[in-house]
């Protein structure tokens, strides 16, 4: 069995992941949203605890975007994804 999912990095963008991940959801593959460490809790606040969702820090802040989507392929290769959607 194939094991795909959705990683979608972020940064000060509450409103347009609320808007966006319940679309995601519809698809119904897991979702990772990486963002910087201050912001995990405001996004755990969005969805709960949406089994669907995992919210993550990256471990060091301020690094910039390509520092977070090395993260996200550091992620998936870890969760052991054999395709994945990065989205921003």
């Known amino acids: ?6 990683i979608i990095v972020t940064r000060d963008r509450l409103q347009t992941i609320a808007k966006t991940v319940p679309r995601w959801l519809e698809q119904d593959l897991p979702i990772l949203l990486l963002t910087e460490p201050n912001q995990v ?6 969805f709960g605890n949406t089994k669907q969702v995992t919210v993550r820090g990256h471990p060091k802040r301020d690094m910039g975007v390509g520092y977070a989507r090395m993260r996200a392929v550091q992620y998936a290769h870890h969760l052991g994804m054999d395709a994945f959607i990065m989205a921003r």
């Open 1 to 6: 069995m194939k094991n795909y999912g959705v």
């Open 41 to 46: 809790g405001k996004i755990r606040e969005l």
